[in-house]
T-cell receptor, first 116, second 114 residues
Framework: AQSVAQPEDQVNVAEGNPLTVKCTYS??????LFWYVQYPNRGLQFLLK????DNLVKGSYGFEAEFNKSQTSFHLKKPSALVSDSALYFC??????????????WGLGTSLAVNP | NAGVTQTPKFQVLKTGQSMTLQCAQD?????MYWYRQDPGMGLRLIYY???????DKGEVPNGYNVSRLNKREFSLRLESAAPSQTSVYFC?????????????FGPGTRLTVT
C-alpha cells in the first residue's frame, strides 16, 4: 500500500543547532513530495516540494529537504534552528490510485520544539 | 490580497443542527479543498473541487456536502451535525491539482458539536 510516514511525533532541538524532521514514503512511480508547516492556531503553509531535478530542494524560511530515492526519504533540514521554528510539520506525497487518480496523502505530523 | 478566508472562526452546535462553513480565495485558483484536522489523525480530505462546476469526494465525505458557488467560493455544509464532526476545518486552494501545486490554507474553523 502507498503510504507516508513521519517516524517521530516530536523533535526537540536547541536554538542554533541543526534540525532534521524525518519523512519516509512508499509509492508507485515517481514521488512528488511536499513539506508544510503549521504554526499554533494557524492554517498550514507550504515550505517546499520535490517534483524532479536536484535532490536538494530549498524552501521558505531557510528550510531545505533532501530527496533520497534509495532510502525513500525526504527529510526536512535547517542548519540553525530558531525558537520561532517551533511548529507542527507535515510531509505529504502524491500517490496515483485507481483510474490514474492523483491525490496527496499526508503524514501525521511532527511537532518541533526549539528550546532557547 | 487576503489569500484564503474562512468564516466563522469558531462554532458550537448541538447534535442535529445544521450549518455552512464558508470559504473564499482571491488568488484566482482553480482548485479548492476542505479538510478536517483531528489529533492523531493528521489532515483528512473531505471534498475537493478541481475546477469551477465540479466537486468530488475525498477520504471522509460522509455527513458533509459542498457547493462550488463560483471560482472564488467553496462552502461546506453539515446537514445534521454529530459529535464525531467536532474538529478543526481547513479550506485550501491551489492553482491546479493538489498532487503537483502547493496549497494555500485558510486560518481554520474550530467546530464543537455537543
Amino acid at each position: 500500500a502507498q503510504s507516508v510516514a513521519q517516524p517521530e511525533d516530536q523533535v526537540n532541538v536547541a536554538e542554533g543547532n541543526p534540525l532534521t524532521v524525518k519523512c519516509t514514503y512508499s509509492v508507485s512511480g515517481n514521488p512528488y513530495l511536499f513539506w508544510y508547516v503549521q504554526y499554533p492556531n494557524r492554517g498550514l503553509q507550504f515550505l517546499l516540494k520535490y517534483i524532479t531535478g536536484d535532490n536538494l530542494v530549498k524552501g521558505s524560511y531557510g528550510f531545505e529537504a533532501e530527496f533520497n530515492k534509495s532510502q525513500t526519504s525526504f527529510h526536512l533540514k535547517k542548519p540553525s534552528a530558531l525558537v520561532s521554528d517551533s511548529a507542527l510539520y507535515f510531509c505529504a506525497v502524491r500517490v496515483v490510485g485507481a483510474g490514474n487518480n492523483r491525490k496527496l496523502i499526508w503524514g501525521l505530523g511532527t511537532s518541533l520544539a526549539v528550546n532557547p | 490580497n487576503a489569500g484564503v478566508t474562512q468564516t466563522p472562526k469558531f462554532q458550537v452546535l448541538k447534535t442535529g443542527q445544521s450549518m455552512t462553513l464558508q470559504c473564499a480565495q482571491d488568488m484566482n485558483h482553480n482548485s479548492m479543498y476542505w479538510y478536517r484536522q483531528d489529533p492523531g489523525m493528521g489532515l483528512r480530505l473531505i471534498y475537493y473541487s478541481a475546477s469551477e462546476g465540479t466537486t468530488d469526494k475525498g477520504e471522509v465525505p460522509n455527513g458533509y456536502n459542498v457547493s462550488r458557488l463560483n471560482k472564488r467560493e467553496f462552502s461546506l455544509r453539515l446537514e445534521s451535525a454529530a459529535p464525531s464532526q467536532t474538529s478543526v476545518y481547513f479550506c485550501a486552494s491551489s492553482e491546479g491539482g493538489q498532487a503537483y501545486y502547493e496549497q494555500y490554507f485558510g486560518p481554520g474553523t474550530r467546530l464543537t458539536v455537543t
